[in-house]
């Protein structure tokens, strides 16, 4: 137990479906993250927050919204996602998102996404 | 940019063989370094930090030395188990960036 929880733990849906991808960190960490990790690809870095601000955006398509309410939930909401979308959406979460060691990393268990 | 190279894989090895699985780096300052493993199914876990030349981290019998003068952070074990079985990322964090990743190294261990 890493002490970041994500659900669902798998999704399947369709290209014309919305759904989000829910991510909650017990940790007191002031910082969040979305990854991507497709098969045969590096991880990809999606989004990064620090104390519920965006820091980071690396050009994520716009059907990819992620919202950070408070310092402890992340969401990533989807909507008219493609097949090549399918993938691990990996959460994590930080004491701090730079600066060494306060950067050290724990991470979900990921939500395994189809997309039909 | 500062990034980082990891052996490529698959890795396939015998129970109670030696492992090594090569990182070099590339980074502005002075990084700390890190790996962390995914078993399957899960998400990363952190394995072991060094935060400076010289340092050693080490954790469930893997080490890595942080080695300044060869810009490398290269993960060890003396006698692998089939449940070391798993994917194996070297990272590095350097000043004001985000964790950076290798692109993994898959380890299986057969019995």
């Known amino acids: 137990e890493t002490g970041v929880t994500q659900t669902p733990r798998h999704l399947v849906m369709g290209m014309t479906n919305k759904k989000s991808l829910k991510c909650e960190q017990h940790l007191g960490h002031n910082a969040m993250y979305w990854y991507k990790q497709s098969a045969k690809k590096p991880l990809e870095l999606m989004f990064v927050y620090s104390l519920e601000e965006r820091v980071e955006n690396n050009s994520v398509p716009s059907r990819f919204s992620p919202e950070c309410p408070n310092s402890s939930h992340l969401f990533l909401h989807l909507h008219t996602l493609q097949p090549e979308d399918s993938a691990l959406y990996l959460c994590?979460?930080?004491?701090?998102?730079?600066?060494?060691?306060?950067?050290?990393?724990?991470f979900g268990a990921g939500t395994r996404l189809s997309v039909l | 940019g500062d990034s980082v190279t990891q052996m490529e894989g698959p890795v396939t090895l015998s129970e109670e063989a030696f492992l090594t699985i090569n990182c070099t780096y590339t980074?502005?300052?002075?990084?700390?370094l890190f790996w962390y493993v995914q078993y399957p199914g899960e998400g990363l876990q952190l394995l072991l930090k060094?935060?400076?030349?010289?340092d050693k981290g080490s954790n469930k019998g893997f080490e890595a030395t942080y080695r300044k003068e060869t810009t490398s952070f290269h993960l060890e074990k003396g006698s692998v188990q089939v449940s070391d079985s798993a994917v194996y990322f070297c990272a590095l964090i350097s000043g004001n960036t985000p964790l950076v990743f290798g692109k993994g190294t898959r380890l299986s261990v057969i019995a």
């Open positions: 994590a979460s930080s004491q701090d998102w730079t600066s060494g060691a306060k950067n050290i990393q724990y």
């Open positions: 980074a502005t300052g002075y990084p700390s």
């Open positions: 060094a935060t400076k030349a010289d």
